[in-house]
């Protein structure tokens, strides 16, 4: 019998886990620091991390990221020795404050990359997270127990695990996460100060591109604000890229460099997306393992499934 | 009987205009400089022009800027008395266009506010207009009667009417449709430099705000490039909310302002979308008729039908 699921903070993402570890067949329970009427719900934080502690569940974190070592404290205090994961969208910083408040936890950081502009646990929904990637961190010392349940608990909701490094996760969604809420937050500004006419035409383009803005502030903040030095060379490179369009633009009247250069990368991403792939056992016995499975990750490539104690990978052809 | 459609150009726009006139029962013939296979298509731009002078037909011209002087010199050359509208994404270039080429046509420019990232006749759809704004430009000297023929076209191809000047259009999609293109191309390719681990992680956010990007790199360009000076005024604000961003992260490590700024635009759209209108009737043979109907543009109204010499148009309450 599998491992109970404690999901500590019940939004979207969290709301989600515990909807599609349910789905799975697993059992269940959770606490949030709002009202959720659901009969799997703990009345506090704290009643559910004692429950985890007896029956040994693998406790997620799911609060945004400024309410993490609060959480964490009260991991500390109530269910020390259980397994633990977390689904925050910053990796660095949880492991740091897990380091801090839980020296020795068996702790392995996961992101699922699913969301939606909409929030709260009536958002949730328990297909949210499938065949989207699922990062679950893989350092030279995550422990294999912590690892393995992270693992489990990704495929049981319907991911794919990505394994990389917090350092490694934080540059990449440093771009292709927290830098697209800023530019749609730029863009979506940009557009209002045309007024009502500019609104009045605006179709896909400018929809899409601000869509995630319909999201609550707060947690494009808490989001963004949390991965500090990734996003700032982020940004960095997109206002060089940008700054770049407006000089060839102001000089030659040409924008043909970022244009192709933009049209590439977008045809990069439907090709990724696109291309058959070839599956990778990897021998979780192995002592190198861990770095075979951050090479399939930088490559692109994910975990599948688990077969007793082999990974099942697959890598775009 | 209504006035044969003449549409030169068979792209994503021009072939979706034909078959949406079609549609609405209007009879319709085009031609384009590439191979389409229907019998509505004449051999040759020339022969259709032609056909278009026989038959009295209003004429649209659908093909990306670049293109659209050598159209309007065959024009000038086979039906220079036809009425005159055109489909194209800028609106300052292309009346200039007409003034050098055809002065004194019968002309009022066109742009539907619709899209989708593939292209080419077969890509086109009756239904891509439906409900979309559809800008047609009213100057203090637009013809009384190509303004009528361009309102109706765009009504019969399901549309709504913004009425407003070429200088107001180019300035508001700068904003809301070139910038957008060229922050898609800045965020596609800055992630990308992510490489496949990136791209792989890639979701929503991601996916949404490059989509355009899938679109071919001339038919942006031709957009972008020519709107040269509306954009690099877009393009300079949105550096100037980018690199305050990145001010505000660097030093306070806050970003709040912006994301605040973002939220607030994007339910700025969505309200603008959501709200109820109330009708407006606008007398046609009011000497100041135009003025009202720029009026209604300005403030985010559309004309959404003609009844006799009284535009219909809606202003969101």
């Known amino acids: 019998m599998q491992r109970p699921v ?16 349910a789905r799975a067949g697993r059992d269940v329970f959770g606490a949030a620091d709002v009202q959720v009427a659901d009969p799997r719900v703990e009345p506090t934080v704290a009643a559910a991390l ?18 993490v070592d609060e959480v964490l404290r009260l991991v500390a205090e109530h269910a020390p020795s259980c397994l633990l994961t977390d689904v925050v969208s910053v990796k660095e910083p949880v492991l740091a404050a897990v380091e801090h408040r839980l020296p020795g936890a068996r702790f392995a950081g996961g992101h699922p990359m699913a969301g939606r502009s909409v929030s709260g646990w009536e958002a949730g929904a328990a297909d949210l997270f499938d065949g989207a990637a699922w990062v679950v961190t893989t350092e030279e010392d995550t422990p294999a127990d ?29 771009r292709i996460s927290h830098l697209p809420h800023l530019l749609a937050a730029v863009l979506a500004a940009t557009g209002a100060e045309g007024g009502s006419l500019a609104l009045s035409l605006a179709a896909g383009s400018f929809a899409d591109g601000t869509r995630v803005m ?25 206002l060089g890229r940008l700054g770049a369009a407006r000089g060839s633009l102001a000089s030659t009247g040409g924008l043909a460099a970022t244009v192709r250069a933009g049209h590439e990368a977008r045809l990069a991403l439907e090709d990724l997306r696109g291309a058959d792939s070839e599956e990778i056992p990897v ?10 499975l ?20 697959a890598l775009p052809a």
Chains 1, 2 share one sequence.
Do not use: K, Y
Not at 216 to 234: Q, T
């Open 6 to 21: 404690c999901v500590i903070g019940l939004g979207l993402i969290g709301g989600s886990v515990l909807r599609a570890a």
């Open 50 to 67: 004692a429950r985890a502690a007896r029956e040994d569940a693998l406790i997620v974190v799911a609060v945004p990221l400024p309410a």
């Open 146 to 174: 912590a690892w393995r349940a992270a693992v489990e608990l990704a495929l049981d909701c319907g991911a794919q695990v990505v394994p990389t490094t917090a350092r490694e996760h934080d540059a990449a969604v440093a």
């Open 214 to 238: 319909g999201t609550r502030p707060e947690l494009v903040l808490a989001m963004c604000e949390g991965n500090r030095g990734p996003l700032l060379a982020a940004v960095d490179e997109a």
């Open 283 to 292: 021998d979780l016995t192995d002592p190198e393992a861990f770095e075979t």
């Open 294 to 313: 951050r090479d399939l990750g930088t490559a692109g490539g994910r975990v599948l499934r688990l077969d007793g104690d082999t990974a099942i990978g």
